[in-house]
């Protein structure tokens, strides 16, 4: 900003020394010019006197009569009774002539080089020139305090901005000299005190909607822990054991929420996404429960792809997809994990179709038949850890989630 001030200044003085110093210049060259013909005028008419005085008492007409009045290199022509006498040295090259005024008969022509009519022009251009430069000075002089009292509040303000909603933000007045800037610091200072509320509230809510909820979970997991006692056949007792896996998992899936709100700037750590992916997949519930609606899961991932990312990040993710690969989709579902131009690649695909979703506007909340979330926090999710969430196939829903690459991590898995 203080840069564009400092040019925009620098332009406006300079035109307005170019539109008011040529004319300046050009009517100080015509008045010098003007005094210059005056000056040789008022010789000329000396000149003609001294001869007329000489012709009325008889003196011989030479040069020494009017040498006083004649400078070097500059002459006089004489014309009296038709006879015209040269006193003095014609110049050479360029020169001006000056008539006397009306003397009679008797007519003085000063001839003088032309230069004399420019003697003092130079000095004229030459004072232009120094008083340009003077005013352009000064215009950068206040041009650069102008531009520091207004450039350093917005510089700060701009600072302030940064950190509005956080603790660091300083809600001093920026300045109490330039009014606009002052009444910015007031909105930014209410717009800071809306946003520290508004936190406050979704931080007591998410505490609350955690708390409220690990209690009941609790609970359920004891009754089913009391079940899981009281079973008298296997069956049972896988059905309680598998039932007190997803109690765990959704304790789990609260806390990773909880801790991804809180802190969303946290720093993912490297792990191997191929075996995250195999043992959620294969050793979980997914394929059971595909096989209960018919369809098959088929998973091709091994060990060694290793990425940045949060394990139940990864598990969160895939659950998002593979529900919605089984509410919507068709055939048989692919899950697959490569490494491939810096990211590790895991995709979910079916035979199903997106329908008239586009593949931006499907991960907008409420779009679907469904409630429109899953796959809204499926990709915050992703972004949260660096990666993201794409849709690369509508004809045959291909769901591919990107996590960074670890240094280190080589070929495909």
């Known amino acids: 900003m203080r840069r564009r001030l400092l040019r925009s200044t620098l332009a406006i003085a300079l035109v307005a020394v170019v539109v008011l110093g040529l004319p300046l210049g050009v009517v100080g060259t015509a008045m010098l010019h003007q005094r210059a013909d005056m000056r040789l005028e008022r010789r000329a008419d000396a000149v003609a006197l001294r001869v007329a005085r000489a012709e009325s008492a008889g003196t011989p007409l030479r040069t020494a009569l009017v040498a006083d009045l004649l400078p070097p290199r500059q002459a006089v022509q004489v014309t009296v009774d038709g006879r015209t006498v040269v006193l003095g ?4 090259g360029d020169v001006t002539r000056v008539t006397s005024g009306d003397g009679g008969p008797l007519r003085a022509t000063l001839v003088a080089p032309a230069a004399v ?8 251009w030459v004072a232009i020139a120094g008083l340009a430069i003077l005013a352009l000075g000064a215009a950068v002089a206040l041009a650069s305090v102008q531009a520091r009292r207004l450039a350093a509040p917005l510089e700060e303000l701009s600072r302030r901005v940064e950190r509005v909603g956080e603790p660091t933000y300083d809600d001093r007045p920026v300045t109490g000299q330039v009014p606009e800037i002052d009444r910015v610091q007031v909105a930014l200072n209410e717009a800071d005190t809306r946003l520290a509320e508004l936190i406050r509230r979704e931080r007591e809510f998410t505490a609350n909607a955690s708390h409220q909820l690990r209690t009941p979970l609790t609970g359920l997991r004891m009754r089913l822990e009391e079940l899981r006692a009281l079973a008298d056949g296997p069956a049972m007792t896988g059905e309680a054991d598998a039932a007190l896996v997803q109690v765990d998992r959704l304790v789990t899936t609260i806390e990773h929420l909880e801790t991804a709100g809180r802190r969303p700037d946290t720093v993912a750590g490297s792990i191997d996404l191929g075996a995250v992916v195999t ?12 096989g209960e609606h018919g369809r098959d899961l088929v998973v ?11 394990p139940e990040t990864v598990r969160q993710i895939l659950d998002v997809l593979l529900q919605n690969a ?3 989709g068709a055939g048989v579902a692919h899950v697959a994990t490569t490494s491939a131009s810096g990211f590790v690649r895991v995709r979910v695909a079916d035979d199903g179709d997106v329908g008239g979703a586009g593949a931006q506007q499907i991960f907008g909340r409420g779009v679907g038949s469904g409630r429109g979330i899953g796959l809204s926090v499926a990709r915050e999710l ?3 850890d660096g990666g993201d969430l794409q849709l690369l196939d509508r004809g045959t829903t291909t769901f591919e989630a990107l996590f960074p690459a670890d240094e280190g991590s080589e070929g495909t898995a």
């Open 300 to 310: 091709s991932s091994s060990s060694g792809a290793l990425g940045r990312g949060n």
């Open 89 to 92: 040295t014609l110049p050479s």
């Open 326 to 328: 089984l509410d919507h």
């Open 279 to 290: 043992a959620h997949v294969d050793g979980g519930r997914w394929p059971a429960v595909f």
């Open 382 to 384: 992703a972004r949260r």
């Open 117 to 124: 009519r420019s003697d003092d022009v130079g000095t004229v």
